[in-house]
Every structure is written in structure tokens, then in C-alpha cells.
Nanobody, 116 residues
């Protein structure tokens, strides 16, 4: 069973940046499309960014222009660069396959807190 490990979260002020990294015990592309999801307290998990093996990316409207998803093939990771962070970005961030029905066992996620 593949293990997904997310890292890079933390506490940042509004307008700040963070870079999240997702590593896998096997090939990071457990599906043709990988994505970053987030779940805020009391809210459903939502997909914020995705990338295909071929490099096609897609973003939720709420993060478009601020977040960038990328793949590091040498390190076998999927990364999420988050700029101009807002308090509404506060959530636990997870990586997994897209669409959701292809998701494997969820990792522990990484907490992102945007607060002054």
C-alpha cells in the first residue's frame, strides 16, 4: 500500500508564502492525475490544485494565480507553492490521486495556518 507523506506546512502571516511537498513510498503518480486537497475545520475536503503526468494543471478559483502545483521527478514529489496566503487558506493540506474515487489511503496531511 502506497504511503503519502505531506510536509511543509506551518504558521504564516497573511500575504506570506509556504511550499508544501508530497512524497510517496512508490511512484508519486499513483494515478494519472495527482492533486492537493485541503480540509478546513467544519468543512468538506476540497481539491485546490491538480497536475497530470504530462504537466497539465488545474486550480480551484479560490487559489488560481496564488498557488502553483509542480512535480519534481528527480525527487519523486508533488509540490504546492502557495503565495499571498489568506486566512481562508487555513486548513490541513493533503495530496492524493484525482479524482477522489481513485484516492488511496490518506496521509496525515500538513497544517497550514494563516494568521496575524
Amino acid at each position: 500500500q502506497v504511503q503519502l507523506v505531506e510536509s511543509g506546512g506551518g504558521l504564516v502571516q497573511p500575504g506570506g508564502s509556504l511550499r508544501l511537498t508530497c512524497a510517496a513510498s512508490g511512484n508519486i503518480f499513483i494515478s494519472n492525475t495527482m492533486g492537493w486537497y485541503r480540509q478546513a475545520p467544519g468543512k468538506q475536503r476540497e481539491l485546490v490544485a491538480s497536475t497530470t503526468r504530462g504537466g497539465s494543471t488545474n486550480y480551484a478559483a479560490s487559489v488560481r494565480g496564488r498557488f502553483t502545483i509542480s512535480v519534481d521527478n528527480a525527487k519523486n514529489t508533488v509540490n504546492l507553492q502557495m503565495n499571498n496566503l489568506k486566512p481562508d487558506d487555513t486548513a490541513v493540506y493533503y495530496c492524493n490521486a484525482v479524482p477522489l474515487w481513485k484516492a488511496r489511503r490518506w496521509g496525515q496531511g500538513t497544517q497550514v495556518t494563516v494568521s496575524s
